[in-house]
């Protein structure tokens, strides 16, 4: 079975052979404390470096491009906007906060913690 | 009678109740996917899917109505999908209007209430039903769990086709590619919160009940879109043979 790596918390997220799965969808079903707030690709809070595996994730599509910048070339993804279908490890700072947050007040005028949209 | 289930085995039970009739493999969904559409199609799928999901922040505003103190994470989330529906970017009913104009439709087209099918008005009914009558766990289960987590895998087969086969800018289609990954969050939260609140066997058989329901509704739905808009001009839907043969709607 592939498996998701949160090396940050040390815990490993097994899923079916053959699927694609969000990795942030998995990082809260299984209660892995990946930071998120909007879960649409806006706030930049769920950025993860990828450290192994980047051949099983998807390409980055426009929201993420649009949101991550340079940052995709630093081995980056959002958590929120990436789908693997193999074995992949992810790691990241447990206190970060949103990109437009980063050196100001917290205020941030971005959304707030776990909000997520609807279709 | 029913005994209570484990949560493992309650989000089994809620996972299996509408893996039969997911609107991913409806008619509509299948020539959408597979790239047999016009866009004058999509246009009239616009304008049912607006009457459809548009009053989302009333169905949502409901159930916010219906959902007690005690349950405050639950009511957070509510009130946060309302926001985010509306409020936090690009209005989401405006994004589904600038695919329709993408498609040679207008605004005023999409918006007016003549231009939908009975079945959308009775997906919007059904929905304003649910959530402003039933226990907002029952409510939950049937519009996060029955409908809204069957989002992304509707919209991931049928995203790459709007962009690879019909050349629709990522900026034009951005309605799906919002939805894919924004309702994977929503559906597993809902999942949470009707696990959670849940906590009765006749809960959790209203919630499977339900989520049944709008997996039948949605289904019945999708299908009637290839009926009414596409079978004229294409005929009935035959499903191609190299695909796992799917429940023919
Ligand atoms: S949670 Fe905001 S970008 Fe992913």
């Known amino acids: ?119 | 009678m029913a005994e209570m289930m484990s949560p493992s085995e309650f989000r089994v039970a809620l996972e299996q109740a509408f893996a039969g009739t997911m609107a991913k493999d409806a008619s509509f969904s299948r020539a959408w996917a597979t790239g047999k559409l016009h866009k004058q199609h999509f246009v009239h799928w616009a304008t049912n899917h607006y009457h459809y999901i548009g009053p989302f922040g009333d169905y949502l505003g409901l159930m916010y109505a219906n959902t007690p103190d005690h349950a405050r994470d639950a009511k957070d989330f509510l009130l946060q999908n309302m926001y985010e529906e509306e409020l936090s970017d690009d209005r989401h009913t405006d994004l589904l209007i600038r695919f329709a104009e993408a498609c040679g439709g207008t605004r005023a087209y999409v918006q007016d209430r003549n231009n939908a099918m009975p079945f959308a008005k009775g997906m919007q009914g059904w929905m304003y039903y649910v959530s402003g009558r039933e226990n907002f766990v029952v409510s939950s289960a049937a519009l996060i769990v029955g409908l809204e987590s069957q989002v992304p895998s509707i919209y991931r087969t049928q995203y790459p086709t709007l962009i690879n086969k019909y050349g629709f800018s990522e900026w034009e289609a951005e309605f799906f590619d919002l939805h894919i990954t924004s309702d994977e969050i929503h559906g597993e939260r809902g999942y949470q919160i009707v696990l959670k609140y849940a906590d009765t066997p006749e809960l959790q058989q209203r919630c499977l009940h339900y989520v049944r329901e709008a997996a039948d509704m949605r289904f019945a739905y999708t299908k009637a879109l290839y009926q009414t808009y596409v079978e004229p001009d294409l005929g009935p839907w035959v499903e191609e043979e190299e695909r796992e043969p799917a429940l023919v709607g």
């Not at chain 1, 498996?3 to 809260?28: C, H, P, Q, S």
């Not at chain 1, 998120?36 to 769920?46: I, V």
């Open chain 1, 1 to 119: 079975m592939p498996r998701i790596y949160f090396k940050t918390v040390d815990r490993y997220v097994e899923f079916a052979e053959g699927e694609e799965v969000n990795v942030l969808r998995m990082a809260i079903r299984e209660d892995c404390d990946v930071p998120w707030q909007c879960a649409s690709g806006n706030c930049g809070t769920d950025r993860l470096v990828v450290e192994e595996g980047v051949e099983n994730l998807d390409p980055p599509r426009r929201r993420e491009r649009a949101r991550l910048g340079d940052l995709l070339d630093d081995g980056y993804r959002l958590a929120c906007q990436t789908y693997t279908r193999g074995d992949v490890t992810f790691s990241w700072d447990p206190d970060q906060v949103g990109l437009d947050d980063e050196g100001g007040d917290g205020s941030g005028g971005g959304s707030r913690a776990g909000w997520a949209g609807t279709g």
